[in-house]
């Protein structure tokens, strides 16, 4: 089992940057495919479960991002201090949303984590609040 607890969300300007971070406990993650998930009222519009991957980072080290954040955002982990990162930097309005960490099986690739959905991961987090306005 895996507990979850996301941090650093906050309101900031456009062209800023903020470091958003997964504290985990539980088993070790180095056997897990990890990834940052992004909700917003207009995904869930779409219709679907309202969650996008913007960020993955599979057993191997290997990432993958969304397009609309290449270049921006950043994912990383720290095994030895139990958390996973997601630093974030030229924040636009789009960007805001509630993220949320993940975990799932170690053998999905990480664009498999981008590209998969609710049931692709096992474990989830609360959630941090990110908001970017002027």
């Known amino acids: 089992q895996l507990v979850f607890e996301e941090s650093g969300g906050a309101s900031v300007q456009p062209g800023g940057s903020l470091r958003l971070s997964c504290a985990y406990s539980?088993?070790?993650?180095?056997?897990?495919?990890m990834g940052w998930f992004r909700h917003t009222p207009e995904k869930e519009h779409e219709g679907g479960w309202g969650?996008?991957?913007?960020?993955?980072?599979?057993?191997?080290?290997?990432?993958a991002y969304a397009d609309s954040v290449k270049g921006r955002f950043t994912v990383s982990k720290d095994k030895d201090q139990h958390i996973l990162y997601l630093d974030m930097s030229s924040l636009k309005p789009e960007d805001t949303g509630r993220y949320y960490c993940a975990a799932g099986n170690g053998l999905h690739s990480a664009e498999q984590v981008l590209h998969g959905d609710y049931y692709t991961m096992d474990y989830w987090g609360a959630g941090t609040r990110v908001a970017i306005s002027s």
């Open positions: 969650r996008e991957c913007v960020a993955a980072l599979d057993r191997y080290g290997n990432t």
């Open positions: 539980g088993y070790t993650i180095a056997y897990y495919s």
